[in-house]
């Protein structure tokens, strides 16, 4: 899939609370935190439990609320629980009011 995709708008998020879409056959995970926007995969790499209503816990921690996985926001990265398995990170972006992400791993913040 090329090029950025929107998912929906900068008034459909409140800070810390993460929201799930599909793009391009994948569920996405997408929340804006302390004004920055960050995309990874939309369910936990340990039973595949969604992340869509989840809390930005402190220290910018993900926690999987099903099995307590933890994982960093902004590299996906598997902190600690149940899974090894880092979560995919995308990219994502605002444009005028529209919040877009990525799929392509050329456009991915990390390599």
Do not use: W
Not at 74 to 86: H, I, Q, S
Request: charged share 20%.
């Amino acid at each position: 899939m090329p090029g950025f995709v929107s998912v929906a708008k900068l008034t459909d998020f409140r800070d810390g609370i993460v929201r799930v879409f599909p793009v391009d056959g994948l569920d996405v995970a997408v929340v804006t935190h302390e004004g920055q926007f960050y995309a990874f995969a939309g369910h936990c790499t340990h039973e595949n439990y969604s992340f869509n209503y989840t809390r930005v816990r402190p220290n910018d921690v993900i926690i999987c609320s099903s099995h307590f996985a933890y994982f960093a926001l902004k590299t996906g990265a598997v902190l600690n629980g149940p899974t090894l398995e880092d979560l995919a990170v995308y990219a994502v972006r605002v444009e005028n009011d529209d919040v877009q992400v990525s799929l392509d791993p050329r456009d991915r913040p990390f390599p």
